[in-house]
């Protein structure tokens, strides 16, 4: 069956993990704090960073449901609020909805929503088994641009908010401006691939967006990496709390 997930992310048989090598990636590595930027993140601009803060399940999805903190309310269909096991260990943080996403209201829709069920699923894990899944923004960006700073710094509090719900153990961002917006500085992917990042003492593992992936077939070998170092992080992190 992980065979056929594999050959879905095309990955199988050409790519093949080579035994020991997510080991050989992580060894030596140890967690980096990378704490936000003091200022960034923390609040919107209206200052009502502190109120979301302390919202539960029920009014924070209304407060996003309603939310008119920026421009991006005029013209989304309907905020994508996220998905998934509220009570995850695994949280999967993408950027932005796309024009599937804004129509149904559900984040990773379409053909990266696929492949990212196919990623899942290759390393045993199903959409809403144990995983929540969430972007950054929860409104669309016209014809799919990239996010503002304007933007993610004052939607940031919705995640920040639902990452203190969920309580995951792993966290792995999808895309530069998940990593970027968690982490609390700007880098590219391929500099922060390959390491166990800290946010806020919860381990977070950095890789590619689904959607990238489907434009640029060979970095779909780098994906799987990325999803055995978080596999093998998991494993670690679960085998130190049973001791």
Same mark, same amino acid.
């Given at each position: 069956?992980?065979? $056929?997930? =594999?050959?879905?992310?095309?990955?199988?048989?050409?790519?093949?993990?080579?035994?020991?090598?997510?080991?050989?990636?992580?060894?030596?590595?140890?967690?980096? %704090?990378?704490? @936000?930027?003091?200022?960034?993140? %923390?609040?919107?601009?209206?200052?009502?960073?502190?109120?979301?803060?302390?919202?539960?399940?029920? #009014?924070?999805?209304?407060?996003?449901?309603?939310?008119?903190?920026?421009?991006?309310?005029?013209?989304?269909? +309907?905020?994508?609020?996220?998905?998934?096991?509220?009570?995850?260990?695994?949280?999967?943080?993408?950027?932005?909805?796309?024009?599937?996403?804004?129509?149904?209201?559900?984040?990773? !829709?379409?053909?990266?929503?696929? /492949?990212?069920?196919?990623? @899942?699923?290759?390393?045993?894990?199903?959409?809403?088994?144990? !995983?929540?899944?969430?972007? !950054?923004?929860?409104?669309?960006?016209?014809?799919?641009?990239?996010?503002?700073?304007?933007?993610?710094?004052?939607?940031?509090?919705?995640?920040?908010? +639902?990452?203190?719900?969920?309580?995951?153990?792993?966290?792995?961002?999808?895309?530069?401006? $998940?990593?970027?917006? =968690?982490?609390?500085?700007?880098?590219?992917?391929?500099? @922060?691939?390959?390491?166990?990042?800290?946010?806020?003492?919860?381990? @977070?593992?950095?890789?590619?967006?689904?959607?990238?992936?489907?434009?640029?077939?060979?970095?779909?070998?780098?994906?799987?990496?990325? /999803?055995? /170092? #978080?596999?093998?992080?998991? #494993?670690?992190?679960?085998?130190?709390?049973?001791?």
């Amino acid at each position: 069956m992980r065979a $056929a997930y =594999l050959r879905e992310m095309g990955l199988w048989p050409l790519w093949r993990l080579r035994q020991g090598q997510a080991a050989g990636s992580a060894q030596g590595t140890q967690p980096q %704090a990378v704490p @936000l930027p003091a200022g960034e993140g %923390a609040s919107p601009a209206d200052g009502g960073g502190a109120e979301i803060a302390r919202l539960d399940w029920a #009014a924070l999805k209304e407060r996003v449901t309603a939310c008119t903190a920026c421009p991006l309310h005029q013209t989304r269909t +309907q905020a994508v609020f996220g998905v998934g096991d509220e009570a995850a260990q695994w949280l999967f943080v993408g950027e932005a909805p796309g024009a599937e996403e804004d129509a149904r209201g559900e984040p990773f !829709v379409g053909q990266a929503g696929k /492949l990212l069920d196919n990623m @899942l699923a290759s390393i045993g894990l199903g959409r809403g088994d144990n !995983v929540y899944i969430a972007n !950054v923004l929860k409104c669309r960006p016209p014809g799919n641009r990239n996010p503002h700073p304007d933007e993610v710094r004052r939607c940031e509090p919705y995640l920040a908010r +639902q990452i203190e719900l969920i309580r995951p153990r792993l966290i792995v961002t999808l895309g530069k401006f $998940a990593a970027q917006t =968690l982490l609390g500085k700007e880098a590219t992917i391929a500099s @922060l691939r390959g390491t166990v990042h800290d946010y806020r003492g919860i381990p @977070l593992i950095v890789s590619y967006h689904p959607a990238y992936l489907l434009r640029n077939l060979p970095d779909k070998a780098k994906a799987w990496e990325d /999803l055995c /170092l #978080a596999r093998q992080t998991m #494993a670690e992190r679960q085998g130190t709390e049973a001791r």
